[in-house]
């Protein structure tokens, strides 16, 4: 039972929550970014370069057979998932920028609103002290 109990305690733990989240988010993202690619940039970019269907593109090692299939390189559907790889990149690099920024803004922010300590035995403090008792006068 002690297995068990350890277990539970693995799974429930925030990192492991979040981590799932985020796998499920990626995936998502991941379909969303194909779809993109595959339905929207890749059409236009055929019609481009003559009328050419990405994923129709391969190198025919072997021809088919009466009792076997032909064998290929699909290099079409590979460009396809180098592209999707360099969006899902290129993505991922200006979330992360983006919250490395608002990260630094915060930092900034949190830096610029810290009161300033001043040391006991300074003249500032001397200063201030007799500020304060004149205002209390």
């Not at 429930?12 to 995936?27: C, E, S, Y």
């Not at 990405?54 to 699909?74: H, R």
């Not at 490395?100 to 403090?125: F, G, M, T, V, Y």
């Amino acid at each position: 039972m002690k297995i068990i109990e350890e277990f539970k305690d693995f799974t429930l733990k925030g990192n492991v929550i979040d981590m799932a989240v985020g796998i499920v988010i990626g995936v998502a993202f991941g379909r969303i970014v194909s779809s993109m690619v595959n339905d929207i940039l890749m059409p236009p970019i055929g019609v481009l370069i003559g009328g050419v269907n990405f994923s129709d593109l391969k190198f025919i090692i072997k021809e088919a057979g009466k009792n076997s299939q032909a064998v290929t390189l699909n290099y079409g559907n590979f460009i396809q998932v180098i592209l999707d790889f360099i969006i899902i990149a290129f993505s991922m690099f200006v979330v992360i920028k983006a919250t490395n920024i608002a990260k630094r803004n915060r930092e900034k922010e949190i830096q610029e609103s810290k009161p300033i300590i001043i040391e006991e035995d300074s003249k500032d403090l001397e200063l201030l002290s007799e500020i304060r008792d004149l205002l209390k006068k």
